[in-house]
């Protein structure tokens, strides 16, 4: 199955360069570029991409404005891709609320040829991107300038068993289902049943939105 790519950067060697890459690889269809948000939202609505990679930083409609654009659709819209933000910075607040958007993770845009490949497969499959010990960094960061909301979140976390409870707690430690079911003495099955139903339960898309939504409820305290 080929997955449909559409790349959002303001720099045109950049957009080249992601686009030669990816369009190298045999699973792996680019099917446009736009150089900025605003374009990059209206080109997804047409060629209905299965992963956007967008750039964070543009000039007008920036990347995260044309995240919350493409992943809360308006009505009669039905398309949502996949997006996985790109970014020349570790630690940046705009990345911090696409995720909260919704968007599947992000990526440095100096990360390694593979790094960048292996990304879109892994949003593509439907997992987050929170591999990478700087996406956890990252979370943690802005999680401490923002104290835990203890209203709507907190009570949230209500409707969890105290099993549901800890599974949370070891996604939003960064941890893989395997590593989970390791710690937990489960079946890897068991373990992605159990996220599933933290996910439904909760309103969330993914993991990415499922770590940030543990910090905002207190469930997780930064540095544990």
């Known amino acids: ?15 080249a360069g ?23 939202v209206e080109l997804s609505r047409r060629t209905h ?13 920036d990347g995260l404005e044309a995240a919350r654009r493409l992943l809360a659709p308006p009505p009669g819209v039905t398309h949502r891709p996949r997006v996985l933000m790109l ?5 940046d607040d705009y990345v911090y609320e696409a995720l909260r958007a919704g968007a599947s993770g992000f ?6 040829p593979a790094d960048l490949i292996a990304a879109v497969r892994i949003v593509a499959s ?22 835990a909301t203890r ?27 395997s590593e989970i079911a390791q710690t937990l003495v ?13 996910l439904t339960k909760l309103a969330l898309r993914d993991r990415a939105q499922a770590v940030v939504f543990a910090y905002e409820s207190g469930l997780v305290a930064p540095g544990e």
């Open 87 to 91: 970014t020349t910075f570790d630690v």
């Open 107 to 112: 990526l440095l845009k100096d990360a390694p």
């Open 151 to 177: 209203g709507r979140p907190a009570l949230r976390l209500k409707g969890l068993t105290e099993r549901e409870r800890e599974v949370l707690t070891l996604v939003a430690r960064g941890l893989s289902n």
């Open 126 to 147: 439907g997992d987050a991107l929170l591999a990478p010990s700087v996406t956890r960094r990252l979370i943690a960061d802005f999680a401490k300038q923002r104290p």
């Open 18 to 40: 992601f686009a030669a890459l990816l369009a190298a690889q045999s699973d792996i269809d680019v099917v446009g570029e736009a150089p900025d948000g605003a374009q990059g």
């Open 49 to 61: 991409p299965d992963v956007v990679l967008m750039d964070v930083r543009m000039p007008g409609t």
């Open 186 to 198: 489960l079946a890897e099955q068991t373990v992605k049943t159990h996220v599933s139903r933290v």
């Open 1 to 15: 199955m080929t997955t449909r790519v559409i790349i959002v950067d303001d720099q045109a060697m950049v957009r």
